[in-house]
């Protein structure tokens, strides 16, 4: 079964430092997410990515925050200038359409700022 | 505002079954999720109700009701590998997806 892959499955950085995770959702899904989980706490959306473009952030999703799609299979978060709270498990999601496909997770990149 | 209620916590005996709530407020309907997370995991899908009635799959049936804002999901035979948090996830009336906190459930022996 297809399946989406976020690496690196870990990342440690230092307070001020730029980090990229990296994600490859399933080939014939169509809406790309950026999901974050602080330890113990509910998923918080981040944003959502259809046809080249962001198609909805939440306020988490700051100027800090940005999403590419640098060719056909990579999707990208980038977080520049880290903080100690952005420390969280950052999850990947995709679907085929966004009315009534489920999303599909990655396993997550655990992000810890020292 | 939107919101999505569920117990934080409950546990239950391994054969046993247990029924987890979930009631939401959100601006339109467009579907409800429910999810499995295992600690340290990503959240894997279990089901999708979008109409009034009852999905059944397996050990696990999600129950849904538009008019009141609710849904349960209902895990039958329960085994030591349910241990996890079950979440809850509306699709508004723009088609963002509501994430609830979850339900840790504990299964004991």
């Known amino acids: 079964e297809p399946e989406v892959t976020q690496t690196p499955s870990h990342q440690v950085t230092q307070m001020g430092q730029e980090v990229i995770l990296r994600c490859v959702p399933i080939?014939?899904?169509?809406?790309f997410y950026w999901y974050r989980q602080i330890l113990g706490q509910k998923v918080e959306f981040l944003v959502s990515f259809y046809n080249n473009e962001i198609s909805e952030k939440s306020e988490i999703f700051d100027d800090q925050f940005s999403v590419e799609r640098p060719d056909g299979s990579n999707f990208t978060l980038k977080i520049r200038s880290t903080k100690l709270e952005d420390s969280a498990m950052y999850f990947c999601?995709?679907?085929?359409?966004?009315?009534?496909?489920?999303?599909?997770f990655g396993n997550g990149t655990r992000l810890t700022v020292t | 505002g939107q919101n999505i209620d569920q117990p934080t916590e409950m546990t239950a005996t391994e054969g046993a079954i247990v029924q987890i709530n979930c009631t939401y407020q959100?601006?339109?309907?467009?579907?409800l999720f429910w999810y499995q997370q295992h600690a340290g995991e990503a959240p894997t899908f279990l089901s999708y109700n979008v109409l009034d009635g009852l999905e059944e799959k397996g050990r696990f049936s999600s129950f849904l009701s538009r008019s009141k804002g609710y849904s349960y999901l209902l895990l039958k035979e329960l085994q030591m590998k349910d241990s996890a948090s079950y979440l809850c996830?509306?699709?508004?009336?723009?088609?963002?997806?509501?994430w609830g906190a979850g339900t840790k459930l504990i299964i004991k022996p």
């Open positions: 999601a995709s679907s085929r359409d966004r009315e009534s496909t489920p999303l599909h």
């Open positions: 996830a509306v699709r508004d009336g723009n088609y963002q997806l509501i």
């Open positions: 959100t601006s339109g309907f467009n579907g």
């Open positions: 080939s014939n899904h169509l809406y």
